[in-house]
């Protein structure tokens, strides 16, 4: 009896006949037919073809597509699910299972799927990038402290579009939306911390691909010309994070300073909504620690932690 994922590992972006499928796996074209519709029940973008057959949505993060596009340590250790609670717990269980650093879990569609502050990410089967990075690193807390800019600065180089509100929001040109700018994705890092030492850190990243309601899902990014798919935007992120995160030991000071040449944040006005409050005032700098800068009443305020909100791009 084959299974589900037996024929996962046969599909890809080109259709593919039920009856090659069949001959290729030993099952009759029924079973094919069947277990094509357990995996979209499971969550994966199967798509159907009447005289094609049957195939992967194209750009699908399958390991196989990784694999050819994939270089460095990220993602060596690699899991494409369907539908989960949330990658974040499903790497948290292999992180205290043991699993090394740069393992990735990429799922179609979470049940549970968290934002920062404690609101909830929706992702769409074949709509959405939605996966979760395991860090284990051997740095001190302090240093750590650039940690999201450097996950943003990865976020924003991989899809190669859009800027960064900070801390580590992409934001797009979207004529349609409210300020101008719409988010196309968000980072959320949640860390195991044992007095000075940091056990690991799940850095989980949901990026909103397509352009809802767009005609040809296999592309993204038509926003601002660049067309790229999910499989090649998970690949360049990993790769940017692992370049991005190894700095970390030797050049914070890059760091901040192509983090700023980001932002869409510095130099507008922002609304801040902080655990001590609402500042609201002039974005001028992002210090040192990755604390962003806000003059206020003639005042300087240094936000570590908040909700910033653009009030008026120049
Ligand atoms: C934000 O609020 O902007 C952060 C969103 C982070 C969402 C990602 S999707 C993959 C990972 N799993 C989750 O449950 N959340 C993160």
Same mark, same amino acid.
């Given at each position: 009896?084959?299974?589900?994922?037996?024929?996962?590992?046969?599909?890809?972006?080109?259709?593919?006949?039920?009856?090659?499928?069949?001959?290729?796996?030993?099952?009759?074209? =029924?079973?094919?037919?069947?277990?094509?519709? $357990?995996?979209?029940? $499971?969550?994966?973008?199967?798509?159907?073809? *009447?005289?094609?057959?049957?195939?992967?949505?194209?750009?699908?993060?399958?390991?196989?597509?990784?694999?050819?596009?994939?270089?460095?340590?990220?993602?060596?250790?690699?899991?494409?699910?369907?539908? =989960?609670?949330?990658?974040?717990?499903?790497?948290? *269980?292999?992180?205290? %299972?043991?699993?090394?650093?740069?393992?990735?879990?990429?799922?179609?569609?979470?049940?549970?799927?968290?934002?920062?502050?404690?609101?909830?990410?929706?992702?769409?089967?074949?709509?959405?990038?939605?996966?979760?990075?395991?860090?284990?690193?051997?740095?001190?807390?302090?240093?750590?402290?650039?940690?999201?800019?450097?996950?943003?600065?990865?976020?924003?180089? $991989?899809?190669? =579009?859009?800027?960064?509100?900070?801390?580590?929001?992409?934001?797009?040109?979207?004529? *349609?939306?409210?300020?101008?700018?719409?988010?196309?994705?968000?980072?959320?890092?949640?860390?195991?911390?044992?007095?000075?030492?940091?056990?690991?850190?799940?850095?989980?990243?949901?990026?909103?691909?397509?352009?809802?309601?767009?005609?040809?899902?296999?592309?993204?990014?038509? %926003?601002?010309?660049?067309?790229?798919?999910?499989?090649?935007?998970?690949?360049?992120?990993?790769?940017?994070?692992?370049?991005?995160?190894?700095?970390?030991?030797? %050049?914070?000071?890059?760091?901040?300073?192509?983090?700023?040449?980001?932002?869409?944040?510095?130099?507008?006005?922002?609304?801040?909504?902080?655990?001590?409050?609402?500042? $609201?005032?002039?974005?001028? %700098?992002?210090?040192?620690?990755?604390?962003?800068?806000?003059?206020?009443?003639?005042?300087?305020?240094?936000?570590?932690?908040?909700?910033?909100?653009?009030?008026?791009?120049?």
């Amino acid at each position: 009896m084959v299974n589900v994922l037996e024929l996962l590992a046969c599909l890809h972006d080109q259709y593919q006949s039920g009856e090659a499928l069949a001959q290729r796996l030993g099952i009759s074209r =029924v079973a094919v037919w069947k277990q094509v519709a $357990a995996l979209r029940r $499971a969550g994966y973008p199967v798509q159907t073809q *009447k005289g094609k057959g049957y195939r992967l949505m194209p750009g699908a993060p399958t390991p196989l597509a990784l694999e050819t596009l994939r270089s460095g340590r990220f993602g060596q250790m690699y899991a494409y699910l369907g539908t =989960v609670s949330s990658t974040q717990d499903i790497l948290k *269980k292999w992180a205290l %299972d043991g699993a090394e650093e740069g393992s990735v879990v990429v799922a179609e569609r979470q049940v549970r799927g968290r934002g920062r502050r404690g609101r909830s990410w929706a992702s769409e089967p074949g709509n959405s990038l939605t996966f979760s990075v395991l860090l284990r690193p051997q740095l001190p807390l302090s240093s750590l402290a650039l940690l999201p800019l450097v996950a943003g600065l990865a976020l924003c180089e $991989a899809c190669g =579009v859009g800027g960064l509100k900070w801390p580590n929001d992409l934001l797009v040109a979207d004529p *349609k939306a409210e300020m101008g700018y719409r988010k196309m994705g968000g980072i959320l890092l949640e860390a195991q911390i044992s007095g000075e030492e940091v056990a690991y850190v799940i850095l989980g990243v949901g990026i909103n691909v397509h352009r809802s309601g767009h005609s040809k899902p296999e592309i993204a990014f038509l %926003d601002e010309f660049v067309a790229i798919s999910r499989v090649h935007v998970l690949a360049r992120f990993l790769q940017r994070l692992e370049t991005r995160y190894a700095q970390l030991h030797y %050049d914070l000071e890059g760091i901040l300073r192509e983090y700023k040449a980001k932002s869409y944040t510095l130099g507008q006005q922002v609304s801040v909504r902080t655990p001590r409050g609402q500042i $609201a005032g002039l974005a001028t %700098d992002v210090a040192p620690d990755g604390s962003l800068l806000v003059a206020s009443s003639g005042q300087m305020h240094r936000v570590g932690a908040g909700d910033v909100q653009l009030v008026g791009l120049l």
